[in-house]
DNA sequence: CCGCTCATGTAACTGGTTACATGATTTA
DNA sequence: TAAATCATGTAACCAGTTACATGAGCGG
């Protein structure tokens, strides 16, 4: 029945996903993923009706066709099995690789600042700085789509709003590292 | 010569790992992505290895054969045009896949909360902020390590810290809504 | 001399990606 | 009726992963 290999992360996501939703079809996991503010997944459908169909063979979800009319549908629902799968994924314990220093582009641009032309720094921080704000205002757009589903749905948004700040006050970090590194050169 | 495909971001960064240093082998590439705190990247050598090759073979960084006694040592240096490249790749302009909300597996995992047992969820909290503890210290070890070496490596550990923070502190926001749903449900 | 680290690589796999194909239904 | 969206999928690809292989040099 239920293999015991290890899942990806976008598998027990999605697990949860269904799980939430109660019911529901591959496409409209595809449509979660589409919107989240995160860009982690693309939410392709080579991806996502694969990966349903590996839950159902483990046991994790169970399908039935629903139809609206003569449009054929897949209705996937978590089994119990699935839960238990579930709650291992989300923890306690929490396993190691859950928790580490999240993968930040803009961090990992900052570190290599210097090898910018130094009329070109100042630039990159007013840039990012704009997008984030861009960022911000995709976290609301979604915050006001999903918020009332669920009452931890809520933490999301509160999440996102964290981050950009600290990502924000972390700029001005940068800005003030590059104003001490041209003291330095004068 | 130089290709014009996109590269992926693990390229980029390595090529500029590989500026950084002036001039480093593959293993010394290995070395630094498997000390990150971020694990994003496991910097094995499958993956390594041919990266280098490609990037060579894209004209953006050159290799030559040092040796220390029979040992032998391929040392790459990022050339003219692969630092045009990299540069390119942090911007400005940044692309925008370069700025999105960050993938954080703790938030997705809280995201279905809802699926433990009440009794669960506390246990959940208290096991992700000793986790992050454990992450605020392996920031600490790199930064002892590699902070000298650029002005712009404090940096990285700043954004750490801030990180670190801002998870910690959103984690006393899941307490208290663990606490108005408990609040809700008597 | 044994085991660890340095150092370079290959082979098999895999979980994602893009792009394509197909057909029903809705909307302009 | 044409275009967009709903809905389901497949095929080819690719950038990573783990695991393995090989050999030099070093410390106990």
Redesign the interface.
């Known amino acids: 029945m239920a293999s015991q290999r290890r899942h990806s992360?976008l598998e027990c996501?999605v697990l949860?996903l269904v799980?939430?939703a109660g019911s529901c079809s591959a496409y409209q996991v595809r449509r979660l993923l589409a919107d989240s503010?995160?860009?982690?997944w693309s939410g392709s459908a080579g991806a996502v009706y694969p990966l349903l169909r590996r839950l159902e063979s483990a046991g994790h979800v169970r399908a039935r066709a629903g139809s609206t009319g003569k449009r054929r549908r897949r209705e996937y629902r978590v089994t119990t099995a699935g839960?238990r799968t579930?709650?291992g994924?989300?923890?306690?314990?929490?396993r190691?690789?859950?928790?580490?220093?999240?993968?930040?582009?803009?961090?990992?641009?900052?570190?290599?600042?210097?090898?910018?032309p130094p009329g070109?720094r100042r630039?990159?921080v007013s840039?990012?700085r704009a997008?984030?704000d861009?960022?911000a205002r995709?976290?609301d757009r979604w915050h006001e789509r999903y918020s009332d589903s669920?009452?931890?749905?809520?933490?999301?948004t509160?999440?996102?709003k964290?981050?950009?700040?600290?990502?924000r006050?972390?700029l001005t970090?940068?800005e003030s590292?590059l104003t001490s590194?041209q003291r330095?050169r004068a």
């Open positions: 992360e996501f949860g799980w939430q503010p995160s860009s982690q839960l579930l709650r994924w989300i923890g306690p314990p929490l190691g690789e859950a928790v580490s220093v999240s993968y930040d582009p803009l961090r990992s641009r900052a570190r290599f600042l210097a090898a910018l070109a630039a990159w840039g990012a997008a984030l861009q960022v995709r976290v669920d009452p931890f749905m809520g933490l999301m509160r999440h996102g964290r981050e950009t700040e600290s990502r006050a972390w970090d940068v590292a590194a330095r």
